[in-house]
């Protein structure tokens, strides 16, 4: 039997093979489509929250996001964590996913965001962990700069705090998305006395975000059927850079196109929506549940 000649790798090439940061922020871009099919996915499953009447799930989101923003302290904010944790898992939906980009986002935009603060020339308190030692004391134009600068315990407080308040409402807001179709959503702001100015472009905004990642997506296709070999990192930059371009120009055609299309069919800037059914028993059940639920988080 013949065996298979094997060949050397040259030197300095990896192993592995390697992606252009193109390919990686196509694949990113594609994702978007992906993401909508698993929220519509997430949202058509047979869980607790699914069942619900959007208008119970869009008025506890207000009321849970609210009492985010006014409670305080640790207990509280971790009830409501271990609430939204619980509800989601009752609704069957993919925790890791979830609370993956849950932590993410709460991690850049809560910790990372605040953790200078906790810094003690910025929140004066006990340190905790000194970080820089001078000679002496100065003043740095508003900051008084101590001989010790380090973490105070306040300023660590603080800092966690805002990241449970981040945390709490990332997991809020995902956990009624993906239980609830879009266009509920906006049938329930309607009903809230939402301007209909800003629900006509939330829904089209939304729908047009599906349409830009198919056509970058198809776009970079037709593109890379047309190469055979690798392309250089100049190059790509410079494709898509005439491509930012181009679908900026044809974001604007469309947009008019879509105004002139509205105007011609008779819109006149009033959105009429077809309204909702009588709430069923079930449906107080839940919202009498959740006023509890906001009720404990207050008590706490």
């Given amino acids: 039997m013949l065996e298979r000649p094997s060949y050397p790798l040259r030197e300095g090439r990896s192993k592995r093979f390697r992606r ?48 985010v923003t006014i409670k305080k302290d640790f207990p509280a904010e971790g009830a409501i964590a271990l609430s939204v944790f619980v509800l989601a898992a009752a609704s069957r939906l993919d925790l890791a996913v979830m609370y993956r980009r849950v932590l993410f986002f709460g991690f850049v935009f809560g910790f990372l965001v605040a953790f200078p603060s ?22 740095f134009w508003i900051y008084h700069v101590p001989d010790k600068v380090g973490l105070t315990r306040e300023g660590l407080l603080g800092v966690a705090m805002l990241s449970m308040r981040v945390v709490n409402c990332l997991s809020l807001t995902l956990l009624v998305l993906y239980t609830t179709p879009f266009p509920e959503i906006t049938r329930t702001l309607k009903l809230f006395r939402a301007p ?25 296709l037709a593109k890379k059927s047309r190469h055979t070999g690798a392309v250089a990192d100049r190059d790509a930059r410079s494709w898509v850079a005439g491509r930012m371009a181009m679908m900026f120009r044809k974001t604007q055609i469309r947009c008019e196109e879509i105004f002139r299309a509205m105007l011609s ?27 509890l639920i906001g009720a404990a988080v207050v008590i706490i």
């Fill in 20 to 67: 252009s940061f193109l390919d990686k922020g196509i694949g990113h871009l594609a994702g978007v489509i992906k993401t909508s099919f698993v929220q519509w996915e997430m949202s058509s499953r047979d869980g607790l929250l699914q069942g619900i009447d959007p208008r119970v799930k869009v008025l506890f989101l207000v009321v849970f996001l609210l009492l």
């Fill in 118 to 139: 906790s810094v003690n020339i910025i929140t004066p308190g006990h340190t905790v962990w000194p970080i820089v030692t001078f000679d002496a004391p100065y003043d």
């Fill in 196 to 220: 209909d100015a800003f629900l006509v472009i939330i829904s089209l905004s939304y729908k047009y975000i599906f349409i830009f990642a198919r056509t970058v997506e198809d776009m970079y």
């Fill in 265 to 291: 069919r008779g819109f006149t800037g009033e959105v009429r929506l077809q309204g909702f059914g009588r709430l069923r028993a079930g449906d107080y059940t839940a919202g009498a549940v959740f006023l």
